[in-house]
């Protein structure tokens, strides 16, 4: 972007070099909403030693997301943050490589191998709901080591032990470089670690990728392995193990966080942890919830989306502009890095009122015809909507199944921990809560 690209438009860049950069990681929703509130809903400002420009609203949202003119690059956008450790996943691809890729992975996602994850998904959730019932526990930490141990299963296809935790290792030491202060690979930094495990996840997925194009496994990896194009053709084998790479990563900590912030809300709103106890018992009296009974779940749906406005585990999406663009009257040059905010959007009364409210009836079919399409946006839109977010509607249904027909959740009253939203939300805390038995 030419330097003064964008002064033109409203806003500021704060002190020289550093610019808002520590005032946005501090509280990025706090400063969030002081930027809309004094400059609108487009305005400038410079983080990590960028110029950059915010857009915020739904409309901006459309804009960006559904893209009808294939102006805004989601690789360009992701690729300083991610680059090093998630080359090529799916979130790194633009347009027409992008469409082909995603086509070809959707194979993993048909109603056959989703099947195969329920029943893992809930042999899994089952055992370990089962060490934390009658307990105080920290929730975040415990449901993070689960959704691990949960994508080794059904996403790799092998049990738990020695191995998967090898795995999970260098998954979690790839997630904490990404957002690591020092972005090269300096010794004892977590960038160097995080490059170590990417090198110890590419060496371990490269020679099993021929190996299972030759089994019918019905893990994810498996299926990957044996995605094709229009034409035919396989994808090669790197490309493979990119994007088992980051869609491991995106899965486990997007669930993490969405799991933690659904837990909370419901202890701290029994009568509706009430109402999605007795939709569990009804669409499953036996106790055993098939993947055909998924789809009855509505209210527990409803309630964790109503979660996910609250507190969206990837509460802004940044994009680089590839073509001049105009928004709100202002032309923005190509070259412009620029941001939409999920977590603003999702709590504006003109499409939320009384927006910190947990109310999951907002979801319902007739609120949600009369609302903004794209108000509510966590998991993206247009092209670049979450391949894998049935999967994720799916694993907290079985999760809040498991967890509300045979527990309680409790809070102490007034419990509200403070949380940290960049990158991905979670509470400092970790989250205290009991499960009482029932």
Known sequence: MPEGGVDHLPGDYGPPIIGHTFTALRDPRAFGWKMYDTYGPIYRTRQFGRKQVALVGADANELVLFDRNKTFSSEQGWGPVLNLLFPRGL?????????????????????????????????????????????????????????????????LGIPWGPEADRINTAFVDMVQASVGVARRPWPFTKMA??????????????????????????????????????????????????????????????????????????????????????????????????????????????????????????????????????????KVPAGTSVGISAGAVHKMEEHWPDPERFDPMRFTPEQVRERHKFAWVPFGGGAHMCLGLHFAYMQIKILMHEILTTNRIVTEPGYDPDFQYWPIPQPRDGLKVRLERL
């Not at 042999?123 to 993070?144: A, C, Q």
């Not at 990417?198 to 019905?218: A, M």
């Not at 933690?260 to 018992?281: A, D, F, I």
Request: aromatic share 10%.
């Open 193 to 330: 670690r995080g490059v170590a495990g990417r090198k110890y996840l590419t060496e371990y997925f490269t020679p099993q990728v021929r190996q299972r194009r030759e089994q019918q496994g019905p893990d994810m990896f498996s299926q990957f392995c044996r995605a094709t194009h229009d034409d035919g053709s396989l994808l090669a084998e790197d490309e493979v193990v990119d994007h088992m790479n980051f869609l491991m990563m995106a899965a486990h900590d997007t669930i993490t966080s969405s799991a933690t912030s659904l837990v909370m809300l419901l202890g701290q709103h029994p009568e509706w942890q009430e109402k999605l106890r007795e939709e569990c018992l009804e669409v499953a009296p036996n106790g055993q919830l098939t993947f055909d009974d998924l789809a009855k779940m509505e209210l527990t749906e409803m309630a964790f989306k109503e979660s996910l406005r609250l507190i969206p585990p990837v509460p802004s999406t940044p994009r680089r502009a590839v073509k001049d663009f105009e928004f709100m009257g202002y």
């Open 91 to 155: 979130m790194l691809m633009d347009f027409d490589h992008h469409r082909a890729d995603r086509k070809a992975l959707s194979i993993a996602f048909k109603p056959g191998p989703m099947r195969h994850y329920a029943e893992k998904l809930g042999e899994g959730i089952s055992e370990r709901v089962k060490t934390w019932s009658g307990k105080d526990i920290l929730f975040y930490p415990e449901i993070k080591k689960l959704t691990l141990d949960l994508a080794a299963t059904s996403f």
